[in-house]
């Protein structure tokens, strides 16, 4: 990355201030100074591991901007917990008590983040894993973004629903072997194709839900990854492959006659948790297009512009796209999947790579509109990590799709909720209104509260 000498001048300005580049430079060596005290038992919630976390808070040094008071301590917990604190030892028992159903999914535990849930709906999808009328939970601090997920629902609704449609599945896991040569990388290669299916039945060894499907090898050199594709049932799978393949990795520093000097579980090439152009040669998670045909006079009630106009706006989004340099053309997939995905317990960091497709629209002959979205990157699930956890799992409830057996739904749900994302923000940035609808809905005083009856 480059900046004109004009640009890192004024970012010098803005960084000394009233001081001195000295100054700057004093504040960015390292410090040996002793540490404060740090926390242990990563995985306790014990009470007595509560209470220590929270006195090594509020031991720190103060500072105007960290608060570790019983005022911050309230704040991580619900509020009928955080009513009954009035000292360190009361929010300690509280958040212990609050935190026992997180034990398997949080290290060094103090309490729980609350984020507001709207709902988007109904959302009519008919999909070849799941049909019906959905109300989406979302979790998001963005004012407009429920709204705006809730037209576009409403509008494909309207019309007669969605088309959904999975394409593909499969999660990848791809360990990366260093030999000293690119001959003993061939020789290895040689021995690799006979073994398929000893990698499955190794793969097997280690999941009741997983399987594994397909093996695919690149070289580089004297490197050779090894990109392995699993089912994983109704979880995300993103452990489940990984002990597999790690499985499969000691398999092979065991058996294979042309042993790797060195063996990485992961190589960076599986494009696990980033966008990457591979994407679409391919699937990571569940591959779904979502797609539906909307009358011109539809349009024009529902988001005041036209078919023809919409059309002539997504070509020049595509083009400023192509110049941009993104990995796919997009609205603005991330919004609604990462408020899909922290309500329903799905790991949110995924959303990274989810959030990279296609989205498509087209005039028809009769004046109507053609919107299609194509997501390959979806690694959803409705079983396994953070979906069992009280407010994700009454999410999924909302939706009817708790549990084994829905996953596929979930992400025919997912591409649907992309799709009304899509057709409401391009109809209002078509429409001129993008900006008047965020001035009204995120500048809007808030309500006032109201008392609660004593």
């Not at 449609?165 to 001959?183: I, K, S």
Request: glycine share 10%; aromatic share 6%.
């Amino acid at each position: 990355m480059s900046t004109s000498s004009q640009g890192a001048a004024a970012h010098l300005q803005r960084l000394v201030g009233e001081g001195n580049l000295d100054s700057v430079l004093q504040r960015l060596k390292p410090q040996h100074h002793p540490l404060p005290a740090r926390f242990t038992g990563a995985t306790s919630l014990s009470r007595a591991s509560v209470e220590q976390r929270w006195g090594i808070l509020a031991a720190a040094p103060a500072s105007p901007e960290r608060s570790t008071t019983i005022a911050a301590a309230r704040a991580v917990l619900d509020p009928a917990s955080a009513a009954n604190v009035s000292g360190a030892a009361d929010a300690s028992a509280s958040v212990h008590s609050n935190l026992a159903p997180y034990a398997r999914n949080i290290e060094y535990a103090v309490g729980t983040v609350q984020l507001p849930i709207g709902i988007a709906g109904p959302l009519r999808i008919n999909g070849s894993c799941t049909a019906g009328d959905f109300y989406v939970p979302l979790a998001t601090t963005e004012a407009a973004l429920v709204a705006s997920y809730q037209r576009g629902a409403m509008l494909i609704s309207e019309a007669g629903g969605c088309a959904a449609a999975l394409l593909a599945e499969g999660v990848t896991r791809a360990p990366g072997l260093v030999f000293e040569t690119v001959a003993q990388a061939g020789a290895f290669i040689a021995w690799a194709v006979t073994q398929e299916e000893a990698f499955a039945v190794v793969a097997a060894s280690t999941t009741r839900h997983g399987r594994l499907t397909r093996t695919r090898m690149t070289v580089e050199g004297n490197h050779v990854y090894l990109s392995f594709e699993y089912l994983t049932g109704d979880a995300a799978g993103q452990n489940m492959v990984t002990l597999a393949t790690d499985a499969i990795c000691d398999y092979i520093v065991r058996c294979a006659p042309i042993k790797p000097r060195r063996i990485f579980v992961e190589a960076n090439l599986s494009g696990d948790k980033k966008a990457c152009t591979q994407s679409f040669q391919s699937v990571r998670g569940k591959k779904v297009c979502a797609e539906v045909i909307v009358p011109d006079e539809l349009i024009r009630k529902r988001l005041h512009t036209t078919a023809a106009d919409i059309a002539e706006y997504w070509a020049m989004t595509v083009l400023g796209g192509v110049i941009s340099g993104t990995i796919g053309v997009q609205g603005h997939y991330a919004n609604g999947l990462a408020a899909l995905f922290i309500a329903t317990g799905q790991d949110a960091a995924c959303v990274s790579e989810a959030a990279v497709g296609i989205t498509r629209f087209q005039l028809q002959g009769d004046g109507s509109l053609y919107a299609c979205v194509t997501l390959p990157n979806l690694i959803v699930g409705t079983v396994g990590g953070g979906t069992g956890l009280p407010t994700q799992a009454a999410c999924l409830d909302i939706l009817g799709l708790r549990g084994a057996g829905h996953a596929r739904s979930l992400a025919e749900v997912a591409a649907a909720l992309a799709l009304a994302g899509e057709l409401s923000i391009v109809g209002a940035l078509s429409a001129g209104e993008f900006a008047q609808a965020h001035r009204k809905l995120a500048r809007r005083a808030p309500a006032p509260s109201t008392p609660s009856a004593a």
